[in-house]
């Protein structure tokens, strides 16, 4: 079955470094997403991404992120300087249509 | 603005016994309803889904949902839990356009424990 794949499974970076996380979404689906959730929180919308802009960004998506589908598998968020704050797990997630799928996530750890 | 309640933070089940785990939401017009479980270190995973139709969907793993319009609710069930159901379990609104696109508003989640 297919799946969303993430990488790397946990990162650790120093505030006001720049990272990058990577999804691979499922092959046919033409929409992809971008979610947090900090620990002990719910989960929070950051971004949906469709034939190549953004459709839709919530409040947290401020300048500092950026996403971008550098070629025709990859789906990635970049943080240009990482604050203590953007600690947390960020979900990458696509779709075909309304139901959203789901990959294991990236655990970012900023110290 | 859409919102997602969970009002049970906690709920602990002995194995075997059924379960129900409450949803209410708010959205002005007919919303996508969705649940998901989140094992421990992993990702969401997508137990069913509500459109419109049929009140009674059924989904994933052997659980179910009924819709209910006149208290904004889409309760999850299973009639018998395996105690490898322990885990949190998600309610989510999306805005109720076809296509994809849709934001998803997250409940704040129900840990579920289950007892041998």
């Known amino acids: 079955e297919p799946e969303v794949t993430q990488t790397p499974s946990h990162q650790v970076t120093q505030m006001g470094q720049e990272v990058i996380l990577r999804c691979v979404p499922i092959?046919?689906?033409?929409?992809f997403y971008w979610y947090r959730q900090i620990l002990g929180q719910k989960v929070e919308f950051l971004v949906s991404?469709?034939?190549?802009?953004?459709?839709?960004k919530s409040e947290i998506f401020d300048d500092q992120f950026s996403v971008e589908r550098p070629d025709g598998s990859n789906f990635t968020l970049k943080i240009r300087s990482t604050k203590l704050e953007d600690s947390a797990m960020y979900f990458c997630?696509?779709?075909?249509?309304?139901?959203?799928?789901f990959g294991p996530g990236t655990r970012l750890t900023v110290t | 603005a859409q919102s997602v309640t969970q009002p049970d933070i906690h709920i602990t089940v002995s194995e075997g016994a059924s379960l129900e785990l409450r949803c209410n939401y708010s959205?002005?017009?007919?919303?996508?309803l969705f649940w998901y479980v989140q094992s421990p270190g992993q990702g969401l995973q997508l137990l069913l889904k509500?459109?419109?139709?049929?009140?009674l969907v059924q989904g994933i793993k052997g659980f179910e949902a009924e819709f209910k319009r006149s208290q904004s609710s889409l309760n999850l069930r299973k009639r018998s839990v395996h105690w490898s159901g322990a885990a949190e379990y998600f309610c989510?609104?999306?805005?109720?356009?076809?296509?994809?696109?849709?934001?998803?508003?997250f409940g704040t989640g129900t840990q579920l424990k289950v007892e041998l």
């Open positions: 989510a609104v999306g805005e109720g356009v076809t296509g994809g696109g849709n934001k998803l508003t």
């Open positions: 509500y459109f419109s139709g049929d009140t």
């Open positions: 092959s046919n689906h033409l929409y």
């Open positions: 959205y002005g017009a007919t919303p996508y």
């Open positions: 997630a696509s779709s075909a249509g309304a139901e959203q799928y």
């Open positions: 991404f469709y034939n190549n802009e953004i459709s839709e």
